[in-house]
Structure formats: C-alpha cells, structure tokens
C-alpha cells in the first residue's frame, strides 16, 4: 500500500496511447519520484479504430500486438473524429463524466488527487479537469447533486498541451476562466505536432503558470536533469526557485531524449 504521504498525481496518456503504454514510457520519472509521487495511470475510455489514427501516429511497441488478445495493445482517446477530415470531434463530455466518477470514487475511498499530468490530448484534459474542478458550473454533467466531485486539485503538468478549438472546451477553458491552479507547461521547441504557437494558446490561460521548453520534440523528456526538475516541482509547485532543467536554444544541435511520444490529433476547427 503507498505511504500517506505520497502525493497521489492522476496521469492522463496521449492519443493512441493508453495507461499502460504511457506508465512505461514514464518508467524512469516514476522511478525518480518513487518517494515522494504516487502516479495513478488510467485509460481513456474511447477505443480507437485504424480510420481514427492519423499518418503521422508513431508506432508503438504495444501496438503491434493484437487488441483482442491483449488490452494492453488497446489504443484509446480522450475524443475522437467522426469525419474522414478529423475536424469534427466526439466524446469529450463522456470522457469527462468518465473522470468525474473516478475522482468520485476516490473521494469515497478517502484517495485524494494531489495533481493531474497529462500529455498531449491528455495534457488538454488535464488543463480542463483542473479548470472543471474549480469551476464545474462550466459544464453541469460534471456536478453530482450540484457539487464537483473532488475538491480543486493543488497542480497540473501539461506536457504537450494545446487549447481544443471545439466550443465545450472553449467553455471550460475561457479568456476569462479566472484559473488558479499552479500549471507546469511543458514543450518540445521541435514540436512538429504541437507548434509553441499552438501550445502558447493554453499557457496564457494559466496566470500561476512555469513554462520548461525542451529542444526535442513531441515527448515528455526523460534525460536525468529533467526526471529530477520534474520531481523537485511536483514535490513544491510553489518553489520558483528551483533551476531550470536546461537552457534551451532554437539553435540546440544536443541529442533528444528518448521519448514517450503518441501522436495528438490534428487543430479542431
């Protein structure tokens, strides 16, 4: 059983990704944050079919295993598309309410979240979850008997995060949301799939933000001084004292750090 004094951080996977996949490719962060982190990895509840994977999708090892045989292969999605041009998505309000019984759940059985990570799709859920639970008049299904199921969580990690264009994410996350929560941000400065400028859409919602670049790509980093930048910040969001953990050029030729990448679906309009 975890110790009482771990703090217990809901993490949720990438497009195509799934609990499972995603704990792996955090393997060396949760290692790093064994004594002081309890990482709750739990699947979306959308299953994907290949017409909903993009060109792009990196491939998996997981994936290559038979879905029918191994849930583990199961690829899955906070929302997906129902046109063949992906521009029209489906499936974030079940997600949420999906996430509003887990959080109920762990309210009941006295199991608190401290934090929400997400990365990706799951980092833009991650953002709304927060939102929603300092303010769930912003979407009512959300609410049980008129009151958020789990009180506001005390941070959020965005790894990757975007801002969905579709009008109930715009909703929850408004101009003037008033957001509170202290936001971790994130991003790879050779994204191909998630643009700073596309990412700086969701940063500028969160006023008690840090924003961490990476001179990689569309991944959480997992080199040494980002497994214990990352520890130190979910140990005390509220230290801006702790260093950054690298000085990030446009012009960086440094190797990239191996990554726990899924593709994110392509900007909604």
């Given amino acids: 059983m975890a110790s009482a ?3 217990r951080v809901l993490v949720l996977h990438g497009y195509a990704q799934n609990g499972y996949i995603f704990s792996k490719r955090l393997s060396a962060l949760r290692k790093q944050c064994k004594s002081t982190v309890e990482f709750v990895f739990v699947d979306a509840p959308h299953v994907l079919q290949p017409e909903d994977l993009f060109d ?3 491939t998996e090892p997981e994936a290559n295993s038979d879905p029918l045989k191994d849930s583990n292969a199961v690829l899955r999605g ?3 598309f ?3 041009e ?3 998505s489906t499936g974030m309000e079940e997600s949420l309410i999906f996430l509003r019984d887990l959080l109920k759940e762990a309210i009941d059985e006295g199991k608190r979240f401290d934090g929400v990570f997400g990365f990706s799709q799951g980092a833009a859920m991650a953002a709304i979850l927060a939102a929603l639970l300092e303010d769930p008049s912003k979407f009512s299904d959300f609410q049980i008997q008129g009151q958020p199921p789990h009180p506001p969580v005390s941070f959020c990690v965005c790894a990757a995060g975007f801002l969905p264009t579709f009008p109930l994410a715009t909703a929850i996350l408004s101009p003037n949301l008033g957001f ?3 936001t971790l941000h994130i991003y790879g400065m050779a ?6 400028a596309r990412a700086k859409l969701l940063t500028e919602l969160t006023p008690n933000r840090r924003i961490e670049p990476h001179d990689g790509g569309h991944f959480v980093p997992s080199k040494n001084t980002w497994r214990k930048f990352i520890a130190a910040w979910l140990k005390d969001p509220m230290d801006n004292e702790i260093p950054s953990p690298e000085a990030v050029s446009t012009e960086s030729n440094s190797s990239t750090p191996v990554a726990s990448h899924s593709a994110s679906p392509a900007p909604e309009k």
């Fill in 56 to 58: 792009n999708e990196p």
């Fill in 82 to 84: 129902v046109d063949k």
């Fill in 180 to 182: 509170k929560t202290q």
């Fill in 86 to 88: 992906k521009k029209v």
């Fill in 191 to 196: 994204d191909p799939i998630i643009p700073f």
């Fill in 78 to 80: 906070w929302w997906k």
């Fill in 5 to 7: 004094t771990l703090k």
